[in-house]
Nanobody
Framework: QVQLVESGGGLVQPGGSLRLSCAAS????????MGWYRQAPGKQRELVAT???????NSADSIKGRFTISSDNAQNTAYLQMNSLKPEDTAVYYC????????????????WGQGTQVTVSS
């Protein structure tokens, strides 16, 4: 079994910063992709950013220039550095990972963390 454990959420004023962490543990062969999604009240879950094991990133237009995704492959951990936070960034942030089922990565399985609340308010 695989677990994704997030940390780092909280309450911050507009213009402030937070850093989210997501640590994967369990029966892991390799992690081709890790990332972050978010869901605001009354809205659908949306992509924030993803990063591959090779370091290739993809991110939503709404966070470009403000958020940075990174990872430590040896620690099976992904990070989301969030700067210049806005009230519209308020949401539950979910860690996401695609994890290989074996050394050949013949199949990938998607896992989600439990979510961490980020609230941007004065």
């Amino acid at each position: 079994q695989v677990q994704l454990v997030e940390s780092g959420g909280g309450l911050v004023q507009p213009g402030g910063s937070l850093r989210l962490s997501c640590a994967a543990s369990g029966n892991i062969f390799s992690i081709p992709v890790m990332g972050w999604y978010r869901q605001a009240p009354g809205k659908q879950r949306e992509l924030v950013a993803t990063i591959t094991s090779a370091g290739r990133t993809n991110s939503a237009d709404s966070i470009k220039g403000r958020f940075t995704i990174s990872s430590d492959n040896a620690q099976n951990t992904a990070y989301l550095q969030m700067n210049s936070l806005k009230p519209e960034d308020t949401a539950v942030y979910y860690c996401y990972a695609e994890i290989c089922s074996d050394y050949l990565c013949s199949a990938r399985y998607a896992y989600w963390g439990q979510g961490t609340q980020v609230t941007v308010s004065s």
